[in-house]
């Protein structure tokens, strides 16, 4: 398989795009997904589908619902050729209980249009959310 997005292109979008969200800028960061067939798979096991579904999910990060949040890029790594990234950050937490952090991780996919496609998020976290498929 060979890459239409350039190694660099895909690295400083992945950067850009975490800037927008220390900048809690919820139109550049929806700018930068597929009009259609975007994914968020979020680090508690919901997925959200679609534009709407997607800033639906993160208004109430960006409204300040958890506080003041911060991504400090820890590693990142960028596969060109299948058109993914991985940034793997701390999220620093200012709260009105106090300062705080959390460490996780995206997967971004890329569509051949250069917009992120799927953004999945990990997290390490005190608790696990058991997801049960009856």
């Not at 139109?27 to 639906?56: C, H, N, P, W």
């Not at 993914?84 to 991780?105: D, E, M, V």
Request: glycine share 6%.
């Amino acid at each position: 398989m060979t890459s239409l997005l350039s190694h660099e292109y895909i690295t400083e979008t992945t950067i850009s795009f975490t800037q927008a969200f220390n900048e809690n800028n919820l139109d550049r960061v929806m700018s930068y997904f597929a009009q259609t067939g975007s994914i968020y798979d979020q680090f508690d096991g919901t997925r959200a589908e679609g534009l709407a579904d997607i800033r639906k999910a993160l208004v109430p990060q960006f409204r300040g619902d958890f506080g003041h949040m911060q991504f400090l890029e820890e590693e990142m790594f960028c596969d060109a050729q299948n058109m993914k990234s991985l940034i793997a950050w701390t999220c620093s937490l200012k709260t009105s209980k106090g300062p705080g952090h959390w460490r996780g991780l995206d997967i971004l996919h890329f569509n051949k249009q250069g917009k992120i496609l799927i953004k999945k998020t990990y997290a390490k976290a005190a608790s696990l959310k058991i997801i049960s498929k009856v």
